[in-house]
């Protein structure tokens, strides 16, 4: 009795107490049948002191933290508390919402409802976002009744009923205590399944069963040997496969807590591992799909994760969070036309997810359909970081790039944390020509904690290019120092061309750092011999280390120059300096 007050289930109270009005009828029916010897006023102080002392422990604030996934609702805190919750508009914590879609399910499917096991599949298709999402993965409506009906249809529901009222009848027409009792214990569970899930959990399931069984003790089962030896081998086969799907399925149940571990540490090889041996054991958990699917996409696998997702979709039709995924999957390989179509369907099932919405205007967007993309955030008055994100990629495509820059802008306000916004905006400040402002995001974007391993590789060619292009502005407005800095990352990121070799050693040259400009200058002549201006700032970088070798690089420039006559003056006034 403590147990069930702790709990705060007030389908399980519910159950306990149709329990117990039920034992009190069939005693007072059965009045002969004394159970208690004490002296009836001494029982009722005795009985009395017992339940108040119960109300008192179970009145007790809990003294522990419980952070289990299946914790107690946090307004739960006190028998008191858990009472008054009866008269909260929100007390039924969706249950009635979640029925209501249920019983429509079983409308559409009156007599043999949506197959065993399938309720979870085909629910979200009439929830349409009402009760679920993104992250959402129903699997019972926390009614056995709703769920037998919906499922099995009105033919199950009647066998499963008349199953309780058959082994009740037989327990009254034989009033054997221990088969009350059994009649009692399979009632207070049958009536907790009005509000709850006890035939999907091991221990009632099992105790419901029994008692079902002990209350039709007695009956005549008078079988022929050929049958009671069919029947009893039918019994041992399916023990059997009970105890290997069981073996299997906890087999299944630890990879799966072993794939979230992994999730939680982002190592996502092992991840992935894990979640496809709980797959090997059987579905079991459908949500391993989507650890599965999340490591692929992570480890930018994106074609297997495409695989992975519509395998979980034959599982999972209608789940948001499977739409959602293979479309954002199959955007990320470049099929944006069945990404399209995928993340429709996805936005049927929930119309209002904005992840939804954000991944099909990404598919609209790369099929240059940007009105169209545009279109789905109409009444829409409050915008994510995600929205402002799109609507910078879609203004930065139609060349507004002050709108473009805002909205980026405005989406790192919301959420500084989405660090691939810092990659978009670098890209439209090196189109507004601010190298300064787009070196600084890239550079924000490489110390993200994840960054995408295809977008580091091409903010690395971008940021190389970005440092270069600065550089050589700094050298032109006579910064060496600065341009020196951006020249040097710019070599730290890549191959250098010619012309970045050429433009370090000039600003080496105004540094009078003679010997590396040397060296940038020589580089640079390797790379293209017909680069004749890194010829003359090696071979006036030579002539300042005193090195006699400057008069071939002079000879060479003076034999093939025909620019600015001046660099020709130097080049020989040096040159005879040399000779002499």
């Not at 292009?469 to 050298?475: C, D, I, T, W």
Request: overall charge positive; some cysteine; charged content about 20%.
């Amino acid at each position: 009795a403590l147990f069930i007050l702790y709990t705060r289930s007030r389908g399980a109270w519910v159950g306990v107490s149709v329990s117990a009005a039920l034992f009190i009828l069939w005693f007072v029916r059965h009045g002969k049948h004394k159970v208690v010897s004490l002296p009836r006023l001494r029982s009722i102080l005795v009985a009395s002191g017992a339940a108040l002392f119960l109300l008192y422990l179970g009145s007790l604030d809990l003294r522990f933290e419980d952070r289990s996934p299946s914790r107690l609702v946090e307004k739960k805190h006190s028998l008191a508390a858990t009472v008054r919750l009866l008269a909260a508009p929100d007390s039924d914590r969706d249950r009635f919402r979640i029925w209501s879609h249920t019983v429509e399910m079983a409308a559409d499917h009156p007599l043999a409802g949506v197959g065993l096991g399938n309720w979870s599949a085909i629910y979200p298709a009439y929830d349409l976002g009402d009760v679920l999402h993104l992250h959402s993965a129903p699997r019972r409506p926390h009614n056995d009744f709703l769920w037998i009906l919906s499922e099995l249809g009105a033919l199950g529901l009647v066998l499963f009923v008349w199953v309780l009222v058959a082994a009740a009848a037989n327990a009254f027409r034989h009033p054997d205590p221990l088969q009350i009792a059994c009649v009692c214990a399979f009632t207070a569970i049958a009536a907790h399944g009005l509000f709850s899930f006890p035939r999907e959990q091991a221990a009632p399931s099992l105790l419901f069963w029994l008692s079902i069984g002990m209350a039709f003790r007695g009956r005549s089962t008078a079988l022929r040997l050929g049958l009671k030896r069919a029947v009893w081998a039918g019994v041992a086969l399916l023990s059997l496969a009970g105890v290997v799907t069981g073996f299997r399925a906890i087999g299944a149940d630890q990879a799966y807590a072993q794939a979230l571990q992994f999730q939680s540490r982002n190592l996502f090889d092992r991840q992935l591992e894990s979640a496809l041996e709980s797959l090997g054991f059987g579905t079991f958990d459908h949500r391993a799909f989507l650890l599965a699917g999340d490591a692929l996409d992570r480890l930018n696998r994106h074609q297997e994760a495409v695989a992975v997702y519509k395998r979980y979709r034959q599982v999972q039709p209608n789940l948001g969070a499977v739409l959602n995924n293979l479309g954002k999957a199959l955007n990320a390989i470049g099929d944006h036309v069945s990404g399209e179509s995928v993340l429709l369907r996805g936005r049927k099932i929930l119309p209002n997810d904005r992840w939804i919405l954000n991944n099909l205007a990404e598919a609209y967007r790369k099929q240059g359909m940007g009105e169209k993309a545009l279109s789905l955030f109409d009444g829409i008055s409050s915008l994510t970081a995600d929205d402002h994100h799109n609507f910078g990629l879609l203004a930065a495509e139609a060349d507004s790039f002050d709108q473009a820059r805002g909205h980026y802008e405005e989406a790192l306000r919301l959420n500084p944390n989405m660090h691939e916004i810092h990659y978009s905006l670098a890209g439209l400040m090196l189109l507004q020509g601010d190298l300064d402002g787009a070196i600084g995001s890239y550079e924000e974007y490489l110390k993200s904690p994840e960054p995408n391993p295809t977008l580091v590789r091409r903010t690395k060619g971008r940021l190389r290019e970005a440092y270069s292009a600065y550089g050589k502005e700094r050298l032109g407005v006579g910064d060496p120092q600065v341009a020196r800095r951006l020249l040097e990352h710019a070599q730290s990121l890549g191959e250098a061309t010619a012309n970045d070799e050429h433009a370090l050693a000039m600003a080496y040259g105004k540094l009078s750092l003679f010997a590396e400009a040397a060296g940038a200058a020589r580089r640079a002549t390797g790379k293209d011999p017909d680069l004749l201006g890194a010829f003359l700032t090696l071979a006036n970088a030579l002539y300042e280390l005193g090195d006699p070798e400057a008069a071939n690089y002079y000879e060479v420039f003076l034999r093939r120059w025909q620019g600015d006559p001046k660099l020709a003056e130097l080049a020989r006034h040096r040159l005879k300096r040399l000779r002499n």
